[in-house]
């Protein structure tokens, strides 16, 4: 499955996205809650299970009882559990995907996401294509689901998937305002698409039939919004796990929690490590934040700007140009880069991409609204050593992470 893929390296500041959608970002424990792998946020009906809910082995089995795609989705509708998913589906318009040459703004690409599930289908064909999401692993598979014949024909791992995915298999994803093609951002001429979309080409049978309710919102060129916000939300929840796994299962996590809890508390990060540490990777350790932070900005404003222009293309007019980053984002990254990547951590692997090895944005800021706000997912109860996975306040003074910091590396 291939999300708005154009290949080039996009660094995107998610804050803008999320104040659209302030009740996000302004939830406190009543309105959400992430416990054990289930995530429910109340005011969007939205509840992701990773411990007990879809997967692909159970969607698999559904499939073989049918034979076409239109009989399977109706069967998905008819459990009951993805209602919701249908009635906030994300239609993406332009995509470079393989098997894409269908899509456009009059029949563009259906993304659903259900639990452990992402599904994507073009309305003209039939086939559907699944990325599963396996927390417990660290890692995400792919599956096509084929009509045609007598019965389904499942295909797993298939290289078109990794063509355009890379062979992580990571879901490719970009956020307002920078989603090129998808139906659900505020410029006028993709809310003109989307009114010609609805009173078009969504009469197509697959589209009326399964998403009418969506087209039948009050004001919903503006309420379709909601569908990519949840889609986002939904692979912040596999993003995060897959960070929780990756600093659970890693050697030297002991040794590098406190300074990764430094760099999301804003602290100066670079005397947290001693001068034996830093000499044996001096390419390292020896950038400074500043720099990082001014290589980042740099990257921002071009490739930003390479990202306008294709999304001007896409809709034949201007949407203007976004230069004015959030420095607070900026710096989080830089920090949180100066101390994973000498766990060879790479960030790209936990955040949004646009393209296999990207990274969609600096979202790991406390407090901005980012997507990926590690006291948001539970990420900091992992490195501090608490239990608990609910939104905490900051758990350390500077100082004290310091001196954790400093009496770990001796005591290693």
Same mark, same amino acid.
């Given at each position: 499955?291939?999300?708005?893929? $154009?290949?080039?390296?996009?660094?995107?500041?998610?804050?803008?996205?999320?104040?659209?959608?302030?009740?996000?970002?302004? /939830?406190?424990?009543?309105?959400?809650?992430?416990?054990?792998?289930?995530?429910?946020?109340? $005011? #969007?009906? +939205?509840?992701?299970?990773?411990?007990?809910?879809?997967? *692909?082995?159970?969607?698999?089995?559904?499939?073989?009882?049918? &034979?076409?795609?239109?009989? +399977?989705?109706?069967?998905? +509708? %008819?459990?009951?559990?993805?209602?919701? !998913?249908?009635?906030?589906?994300?239609?993406?318009?332009?995509?470079?995907?393989?098997?894409?040459?269908?899509?456009?703004?009059?029949?563009?690409?259906?993304?659903?996401?259900?639990?452990?599930?992402?599904?994507?289908?073009?309305?003209?064909?039939?086939?559907?294509?699944?990325?599963?999401?396996?927390?417990?692993?660290?890692?995400? &598979? &792919?599956?096509?689901?084929?009509?045609?014949?007598?019965?389904?024909?499942? *295909?797993? @791992?298939?290289?078109?998937?990794?063509?355009?995915?890379?062979?992580?298999?990571?879901?490719?994803?970009?956020?307002?305002?920078?989603?090129? %093609?998808?139906?659900?951002?505020?410029?006028?001429?993709?809310?003109? !698409?989307?009114?010609?979309?609805?009173?078009?080409?969504?009469?197509?049978? /697959?589209?009326?039939?399964?998403?009418?309710?969506?087209?039948?919102?009050?004001?919903?060129?503006?309420? =379709?919004?909601? %569908?990519?916000?949840?889609?986002?939300? @939904?692979?912040?929840?596999?993003?995060?796990? /897959? !960070?929780?796994?990756?600093?659970?299962?890693?050697?030297?996590?002991?040794?590098?929690? #406190?300074?990764?809890?430094?760099?999301?508390?804003?602290? $100066?990060?670079?005397?947290?490590?001693?001068?034996? =540490?830093?000499?044996?990777?001096?390419?390292?350790?020896?950038?400074?934040?500043?720099?990082?932070?001014?290589?980042?900005?740099?990257?921002?404003?071009?490739?930003?700007?390479?990202?306008?222009?294709?999304?001007?293309?896409? /809709?034949?007019?201007?949407?203007?140009?976004?230069? $004015?980053?959030?420095?607070?984002?900026?710096?989080?990254? !830089?920090?949180?880069?100066?101390?994973?990547?000498?766990?060879?951590?790479?960030?790209?692997?936990?955040?949004?991409?646009?393209?296999?090895?990207?990274?969609?944005?600096?979202?790991?800021?406390? %407090?901005?609204?980012?997507? *990926?706000?590690?006291?948001?997912?539970?990420?900091?109860?992992?490195?501090?050593?608490?239990?608990?996975?609910?939104?905490?306040?900051?758990? *350390?003074?500077?100082?004290?992470? @310091?001196?954790?910091?400093?009496?770990?590396?001796?005591?290693?």
């Amino acid at each position: 499955m291939t999300v708005v893929t $154009d290949f080039c390296r996009v660094f995107v500041c998610l804050s803008a996205f999320f104040s659209l959608l302030p009740n996000i970002h302004a /939830m406190g424990d009543k309105d959400r809650k992430f416990i054990d792998g289930r995530l429910e946020i109340n $005011d #969007y009906n +939205l509840t992701i299970d990773l411990e007990n809910g879809w997967d *692909f082995e159970r969607l698999q089995k559904l499939a073989s009882r049918h &034979a076409s795609l239109e009989s +399977l989705l109706v069967a998905l +509708l %008819g459990t009951g559990e993805f209602e919701e !998913a249908f009635h906030n589906p994300t239609f993406v318009f332009e995509s470079l995907a393989e098997n894409a040459e269908h899509v456009n703004p009059q029949n563009p690409r259906v993304l659903l996401a259900k639990d452990k599930l992402l599904l994507a289908f073009d309305a003209s064909q039939s086939g559907l294509q699944i990325i599963e999401a396996l927390p417990e692993e660290g890692k995400f &598979a &792919a599956h096509e689901i084929v009509y045609g014949g007598k019965k389904a024909k499942v *295909f797993s @791992h298939p290289q078109s998937c990794q063509n355009c995915h890379g062979p992580s298999m990571k879901p490719l994803w970009s956020s307002y305002p920078f989603s090129v %093609g998808v139906y659900g951002m505020s410029e006028s001429n993709v809310e003109k !698409a989307y009114r010609e979309f609805i009173a078009g080409g969504a009469r197509g049978p /697959m589209y009326r039939k399964f998403f009418n309710s969506a087209f039948q919102k009050p004001g919903s060129h503006t309420s =379709v919004k909601i %569908g990519p916000l949840r889609f986002s939300v @939904h692979l912040t929840l596999f993003l995060s796990q /897959m !960070a929780k796994h990756d600093l659970s299962v890693h050697p030297d996590r002991e040794q590098y929690r #406190y300074p990764i809890l430094a760099a999301l508390q804003g602290c $100066d990060v670079t005397d947290f490590f001693p001068e034996d =540490v830093k000499v044996s990777k001096p390419e390292l350790f020896n950038r400074t934040l500043d720099n990082i932070s001014l290589d980042l900005q740099m990257l921002l404003k071009s490739e930003l700007d390479e990202r306008i222009q294709r999304h001007s293309d896409v /809709m034949g007019e201007p949407i203007g140009s976004f230069t $004015d980053f959030d420095s607070q984002n900026v710096k989080t990254y !830089a920090r949180l880069k100066y101390v994973l990547e000498p766990m060879n951590i790479f960030l790209e692997s936990w955040g949004f991409q646009s393209a296999p090895g990207s990274l969609e944005a600096p979202t790991f800021a406390n %407090g901005s609204g980012g997507f *990926f706000d590690f006291k948001k997912w539970g990420l900091d109860a992992l490195l501090s050593g608490s239990q608990t996975s609910r939104i905490s306040s900051p758990i *350390f003074s500077c100082e004290e992470l @310091h001196e954790r910091s400093q009496a770990q590396f001796r005591k290693n």
